[in-house]
T-cell receptor, first 111, second 111 residues
Framework: GIQVEQSPPDLILQEGANSTLRCNFS?????LQWFHQNPWGQLINLFY???GTKQNGRLSATTVATERYSLLYISSSQTTDSGVYFC?????????????FGKGTHLIIQP | KAGVTQTPRYLIKTRGQQVTLSCSPI?????VSWYQQTPGQGLQFLFE???????NKGNFPGRFSGRQFSNSRSEMNVSTLELGDSALYLC??????????FGPGTRLTVT
């Protein structure tokens, strides 16, 4: 099946810093989503971005489908941005296997 | 619209018992998918239902089953519980099998 690799696995930053999270995937996709998992376990939708660029406030994302990677940018980090960020994909051809998740990036923003 | 709801939120069961978890999708969404999250295996796809039919299935034993009702609500059942079934079970709904929205999860502990 499709492989998803996220980097870095852990990231510790000071409040106000910017960060870039990366997601590499091994096959063409028709769905790519970024999630933030809150401390209670719920996955919060950040972006649905199988291709192109989107922005939402301090967050933006870019997916280069032809090169099989996606980037999540967080600017002017706040302590509330802490948590685990997941990239999840579905391969092209019908979404047969549900979402395949990466192992996540654990982000800690220190005050 | 109300989000995806899952009940119960927490559950403690004994090895060998069975358990049923419930998920109500966002109004109008006909696809419901289930995922298991454990520290060791991460987030893994269990199965997907669409219009009361199981459309896709992940790589889990037959002890894991599910169903979907005519109102799109879904249940998943785990029989003969094992300690390794302790996990966060997440349900997601979508209009097609693309952008998925997750519920808060059911945290199952097997003792």
């Amino acid at each position: 099946g499709i492989q998803v690799e996220q980097s870095p696995p852990d990231l510790i930053l000071q409040e106000g810093a910017n960060s870039t999270l990366r997601c590499n995937f091994s096959d063409s996709v028709n769905n790519l989503q970024w999630f933030h998992q809150n401390p209670w376990g719920q996955l919060i939708n950040l972006f649905y971005i199988p291709s192109g660029t989107k922005q939402n406030g301090r967050l933006s994302a870019t997916t280069v489908a032809t090169e099989r990677y996606s980037l999540l940018y967080i600017s002017s980090s706040q302590t509330t941005d802490s948590g685990v960020y997941f990239c999840a994909v579905q391969p092209s051809g019908g979404g047969a296997d549900g979402l395949t998740f990466g192992k996540g990036t654990h982000l800690i923003i220190q005050p | 619209k109300a989000g995806v709801t899952q009940t119960p939120r927490y559950l403690i069961k004994t090895r060998g018992q069975q358990v049923t978890l419930s998920c109500s999708p966002i109004s109008g969404h006909r696809s419901v998918s289930w995922y298991q999250q454990t520290p060791g295996q991460g987030l893994q796809f269990l199965f997907e239902y669409f219009s009361e039919t199981q459309r896709n299935k992940g790589n889990f034993p037959g002890r894991f089953s599910g169903r979907q009702f005519s109102n799109s609500r879904s249940e998943m059942n785990v029989s003969t519980l094992e300690l390794g079934d302790s996990a966060l079970y997440l349900c997601a709904s979508s209009e097609q099998t693309y952008e998925q929205y997750f519920g808060p999860g059911t945290r199952l502990t097997v003792t």
